[in-house]
């Protein structure tokens, strides 16, 4: 079994600043990697995806890869308590098999 | 509007009573999945279906059986539950493209189940 690892947390950060949300995979032929949001008592929410080494920017998220590296984040700019929620890291592995991680518990404190 | 209905959303059953929980999409996606998340484990696929008729085990499927006879829907049966089944349920949804998952999945609004 492919393995998906995030640090599970909590980590908390001040209103306003950047909060920085790691998760590393172990499948080098993984092709597709995302970010899921999820609320307490909520399911998931896709609220990012990315495809290729570097940056990709939709707001205040920002996605990164390094496939070399084996190694994806999530950047969460002006971070607000309405982020506060686990963000889910879920890889597509070969053979279409997406897999997640156990998540990560964002808390924003204002 | 788009969406993945579950039902029941919550449910209290004894070990051995049988059970469905129902999931229904309305965005004609071909791929379906069901999950139970644990704390501590995750999201674990339990049973996938890539289309009407084709399902298939995902990592944990013991005590569970699935199907897909329409397009739309795709039920999670227990047929002898047992207290390790106590979990919360998601059902998911995605389109395919070039007969690939996309990764981008809906989710239901999640099942609780807690089995005596």
């Known amino acids: 079994q492919k393995e998906v690892e995030q640090n599970s947390g909590p980590l908390s950060v001040p209103e306003g600043a950047i909060a920085s949300l790691n998760c590393t995979y172990s499948d080098r032929g993984s092709q597709s990697f995302f970010w899921y949001r999820q609320y307490s008592g909520k399911s998931p929410e896709l609220i990012m995806s990315i495809y290729s080494n570097g940056d990709k920017e939709d707001g205040r998220f920002t996605a990164q890869l390094n496939k070399a590296s084996q190694y994806v984040s999530l950047l969460i700019r002006d971070s607000q308590p309405s982020d506060s929620a686990t963000y889910l890291c879920a890889v597509m592995e070969y053979g279409n098999k997406l897999v997640f991680g156990a998540g990560t518990i964002l808390r924003v404190k204002s | 509007e788009a969406q993945v209905t579950q039902n029941p959303r919550y449910l209290i059953t004894v070990t051995g009573k049988k059970l469905t929980v129902t999931c229904s999409q309305n965005m004609n996606h071909e791929y379906m999945s069901w999950y139970r998340q644990d704390p501590g484990l995750g999201l674990r696929q339990i049973y996938y279906?890539?289309?009407?008729?084709?399902?298939d085990k995902g990592d944990v499927p013991e005590g569970y059986k699935v199907s897909r006879k329409e397009k739309r829907n795709f039920p999670l049966i227990l047929e002898s539950p047992s207290p390790n089944q106590t979990s919360l349920y998601f059902c998911?949804?995605?389109?395919?493209?070039?007969?690939?998952?996309?990764?981008?999945?809906?989710f239901g609004e999640g099942s609780r189940l807690t089995v005596l």
């Open positions: 998911a949804s995605s389109l395919r493209t070039s007969g690939s998952v996309t990764g981008e999945l809906f």
């Open positions: 279906s890539m289309n009407v008729e084709v399902t």
